[in-house]
């Protein structure tokens, strides 16, 4: 279910909604290369209440090893404690109108 992103407060950043009563958040992943796959984890990581990334392929271009190379290099900053890392439940990724990876990281 998507939800409404705007706050109450000009800063406040809120998750696109629920997916099975868990907030997520989506992010564009246009050019599939593992920097891209990584900035979009950064971004779903920017909305502290994010439980789900959803990482979005519109135009065919998933590549599971670059994913789990840029879900490496994502693992990497927690160590950085700056806040671009954030524990997620789960890593969707749809490309076109289809999920074609989940991965179960609770």
Not at 40 to 69: M, N, Q, W
């Amino acid at each position: 279910m998507l939800a409404s992103e705007t706050g109450k407060e000009i800063d406040e950043k809120y998750t696109e909604g629920f997916w099975d009563g868990v907030d997520f958040e989506i992010a564009g992943n246009e050019t599939g290369t593992s920097g891209n796959i990584l900035r979009g984890l950064k971004h779903c990581a920017s909305k502290i209440e994010t439980e789900i990334a959803v990482l979005y392929f519109p135009i065919g271009v998933f590549d599971r090893d670059k994913l789990e190379r840029a879900i490496g290099r994502y693992k990497g900053l927690e160590k950085l404690n700056d806040g671009q890392f954030l524990f997620f439940q789960k890593i969707i990724c749809v490309e076109d109108k289809e999920i074609v990876y989940i991965t179960d990281l609770s």
